[in-house]
Every structure is written in C-alpha cells, then in structure tokens.
C-alpha cells in the first residue's frame, strides 16, 4: 500500500475527479478526508470508501470560505491526528460566455473558487505539514490552451501553475513537494457541463468552428478519471519524493506505465 496511514484532504471530492482521486487515496490505505459544499455528496463518496473497508470521513467546506478551510484542516486534524497531502481539486469551470458578457461578480467567483480557495487551502494547511516534517501539495490543472469563452476559468488554471511553482520553491527545504497537473479530458466530470454548453452555441457563431474541431480531439483525447488519481497516487506517495515544482499531465509520455491496465 503506497500510502499506508497517510492523511489526505481531497478537496472537491463529492463527484468527478476528486471522487476518483480520495477512493484511490483510500484503496491505498490513505486516511481521507472527503471535503466540498455538497454534503450528501461528500458522505456517500465516505460511505463507499468505509463500505469497502476503508476510511474517510466526509467535511463539508466551501474553499472560498477562510473559516471554513480552517475549520476543514482542524477538523482532518481532529479525526487523524494529522495531515501528510492536501489535493487541491476543487473548482468551477465558470462561465462559458464571451468576456464583456460576463459579470465583475461571476469573474470573481471563479477566482475566489479556483485560485483563492487553493490558496487558502495550502496557507491552511502548511504548517500542519511542517509540524508531520514533509507533506505533498497536489494542484489539479488544466490543459496549457486556453480556450473561448471559457476565460475566467483557464486565467484562475494558469494561475494555479505559478503558484505551484512559487509554493514549491519556498518549500523544498521543508520536504514539502508540491507539484500541479493536469487530469486530462474526464467525462465524469466538469468536461460533461461544457459539452451541454456547447450545444447554446447559434450555428453560425464564430467560435462554433473552434469548438468542431475541439470536439474531434476529443473524442480521441479522453481519458478515464483512473489515469488522475494513479498519478495523485504517485505524487501523494514517497516513490515521488523530492518531485516538487512541475506541472505535469496525465498525456506525459513519463506516466504511461502508471496507466497500464486501465
Ligand atoms: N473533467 C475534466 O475534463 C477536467 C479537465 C481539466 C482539468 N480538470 C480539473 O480537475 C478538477 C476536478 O474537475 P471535475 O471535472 O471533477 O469537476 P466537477 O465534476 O465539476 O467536480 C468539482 C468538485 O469541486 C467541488 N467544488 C466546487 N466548488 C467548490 C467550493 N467552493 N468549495 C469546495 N468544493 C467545491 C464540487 O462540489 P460542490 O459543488 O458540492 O462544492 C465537486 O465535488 C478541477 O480542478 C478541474 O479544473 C478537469
């Protein structure tokens, strides 16, 4: 077991990814703390991870919410005893609209979701990782282009690769490894409510042609969600130690024997 006794808090873990990622964590022997907004989400993903034998707890935290990121750290604390790995995952993909037709407040949710809520997440829960001596910080991604009418949402995921790379400078000499990537196209989750918003476009949109010929790659470049949490798995574990500052994507040629058997 690659994380025997290990704490994690997988934010964003009531569906898509994040679910996939804390059921891994768990099979691997990790203790899990399931965290988001949605509490029956959160507790039936807890369910099914002690139904199979495992253990997790579900926590109710809204990321943007300070009081509650400390009170999701306090809480892990409390029922673990401590936290080894925080897996920032949670996030919104925003509106899917042109830039003027976007208002100051939705722009700011998505920030105050995707790049705030992971960096109150990481404020939060770094010195429980100095006290443990060593930690792993997880950064999911998104794909390096950037993409129309999706704007709010790739700026916060670009954001998140410089603070990958700030974070794990200024915490290398504390065995924190903190690295970022990218799940890949996941159907299970927030790939699925963008290709329903592509179906609002008016056929003679200008970006309808963008959108063809990225629903071609597509339906070849999807992958299922098992590839991000084997290499959660990875980052989360010892065999990754000293790995800290890359942005890395489970399309990395270096991952495929990680994947093998999916
Ligand atoms: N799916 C893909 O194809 C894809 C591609 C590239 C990158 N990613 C990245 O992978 C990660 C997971 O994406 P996904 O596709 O699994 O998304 P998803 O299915 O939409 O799930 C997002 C999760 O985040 C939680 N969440 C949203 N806002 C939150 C908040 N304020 N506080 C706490 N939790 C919050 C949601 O629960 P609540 O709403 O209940 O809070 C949910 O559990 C994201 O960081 C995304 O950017 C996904």
């Not at 099914?48 to 990321?63: F, K, P």
């Not at 995707?114 to 404020?123: A, M, P, S, V």
Request: hydrophobic share 40%.
């Amino acid at each position: 077991m690659k994380l025997k006794d290990k704490v994690a808090i997988v934010t964003g873990a009531g569906r898509g990814v994040g679910k996939f990622i804390a059921m891994a964590f768990a099979d691997e022997g990790a203790k899990v703390a399931v965290a988001a907004r949605t509490e029956q989400e959160i507790e039936e993903v807890a369910l099914e991870i002690t139904t199979a034998g495992g253990q997790a707890t579900a926590i109710r935290a809204d990321v943007s919410q300070e009081a509650d990121v400390d009170r999701l750290m306090e809480e892990t604390c409390r029922s673990y005893g401590a936290i080894d790995i925080l897996v920032n995952n949670a996030a919104v993909s925003g509106p899917f609209r042109r830039i003027e037709e976007i208002s100051p407040e939705e722009w700011r949710r998505t920030t105050d979701i995707n790049f705030i809520g992971l960096f109150l997440c990481c404020r939060a829960a770094i010195p429980y990782l100095k006290k443990k001596g060593k930690g792993k910080i997880i950064n999911l991604l998104s794909a390096k282009s950037s993409m129309p009418m999706l704007s709010s949402y790739y700026s916060t995921k670009l954001a998140v690769r410089a603070i990958t790379e700030s974070l794990a400078a200024e915490t290398k000499h504390l065995n924190i490894d903190v690295n970022g990537f990218h799940p890949g196209g996941v159907h299970e989750g927030m790939l699925g409510s963008l290709l329903e918003n592509l179906n609002t476009l008016q056929e003679d949109d200008p970006v309808k042609e963008y959108f063809d010929r990225w629903l071609k790659r597509v339906e070849t470049g999807t992958v299922p969600p098992d590839h991000a949490a084997r290499l959660a798995v990875y980052l989360a574990s010892e065999e990754s130690d000293g790995v800290t500052g890359n942005n890395f994507s489970v399309y990395d040629k270096r991952f495929s024997e990680l994947f093998q058997g999916v």
